[in-house]
């Protein structure tokens, strides 16, 4: 099947006489005859659903969807993106450890990356993306265990390279973790380009109309960790939380996912509800014709405000003058995504009248679903930012973050346009 077939018919496969729809379990718990067949489920010596924390149904037929989207052996939801980004790291990571990720990346991730997860022992090194590959290998140290990377960062809409860090992460042993949130597996699959693991912030495009926070794993299944077991002990030594299960021998290549489930989902909880499950399926099954959508526009407002005088810089991998241009050409050939960013000239101040001008577009701490939104950075999403991890990031004080949505591009350009006037 093509994806965009795919995005209809995989995961939840109704049987004769079966709801068409994918039915809600909105149940917490699951019943059993007999004591002992609870007991399998407890020491995954079976497979089946007993308390909804760890697993349910419905969540599961949206996982496997997204998991045959985007090419990979297994994956899970999570309540958000931000528990997705945390249990990708956390499953290969544990206090004293050591990964890499790009310094730009979304701002909650530069947070928990940073901050949240120093404090759990675990040292997070962001690079510069646009070093050269000998000059990120020095980074690495005998404990790093991953590499992580937005496919499009959020806000600075810049493309990843994928060959580059998918180089450097395998010749040092350690898998490449890859936020795929604003291409969706539409526009890029990060397996395709050598990357292990995938995340993503369901609450973006795939949800699409801004009703449900969520998030999802997915793996790949090419990752060897018995080849460097000794890196991975979590993964490849026995459990003692679970009688010595070791994930490797009794999972294969369904061992990471397996473990984040059991381990981190049983003891942290970050589960998402089956009703928002339910309607990220619904999101998922329109995905392809939005995205199309989303890019058509975005390329569209970005020409329109790089022949504008009043615009100081446009960002976008669309335009054929931006920087990102011949990367998103080699990764994102359809697309890029329906977000750019930037800026208006007469700095902060010309930026804040111009966004209080809008009508059609509204101010919201959120980005990629239905509706034109946008918002400014320096003093939203990132205030939490120094000015210095701002300019770390890539993120001018100016800069503002576009969402285009999936109205006519006439009036979104036309909404703007009566906004510069203002300034
Ligand atoms: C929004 C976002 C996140 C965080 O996701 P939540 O669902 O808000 O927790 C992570 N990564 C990227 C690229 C995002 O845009």
Known sequence: ???DTKLLHEGY???K????????????????????????????????????????????KVAEKICALEGGVAAMLTSSGQAANF??????????????????????????????MKKMGIECTFVDQTLPEEELAKYFKPNTKAVFGETITNPTVTVFDFEKFANLAHSHGVPLIVDNTFATPVNCRPFEWGADIVTHSTTKYMDGQGVGVGGCIVDSGNFDWTKYADKFPGLTTP?????????????GKGAYITKATSQLMRDFGSIQSPQNAFYLNLGLETLHLRVKRH???ALAVAEFLNSNDKIAWVHYAGLKTDKYYDMAQKYLPNGTCGVLCFAVKGG????????????????ATHVADAKTCLLHPASHTHRQLSEEQLIEAGISP????????????DDIIDDIRQALDKI
């Open 295 to 297: 890019c058509d526009n």
């Open 348 to 363: 902060r101040e010309a930026s804040i009248r111009f966004m209080d001008s809008l009508k059609l577009a509204s101010i």
């Open 13 to 15: 496969k109704p049987q």
């Open 398 to 409: 100016d800069l503002i973050r576009f969402s285009c949505g999936i109205e006519d591009a």
């Open 1 to 3: 099947m093509k994806i």
């Open 87 to 116: 249990y990708a790291i956390f499953n290969i990571c544990e206090a004293g450890d050591h990964f890499i990720a790009s310094s730009s990346i979304y701002g909650g991730t530069y947070n928990l990356f940073g901050v949240t």
């Open 239 to 251: 459990d003692e939380s679970y009688h010595g299960i070791t994930y490797t021998e009794k999972f």
């Open 17 to 60: 006489g079966e709801a068409r729809q994918l039915p809600i379990y909105q149940s917490t718990t699951f019943a059993y005859d007999t004591s002992d067949e609870m007991g399998k489920l407890f020491d995954l010596e079976s497979s089946g659903y007993f308390y909804t924390r760890l697993q349910n149904p419905t969540n599961d």
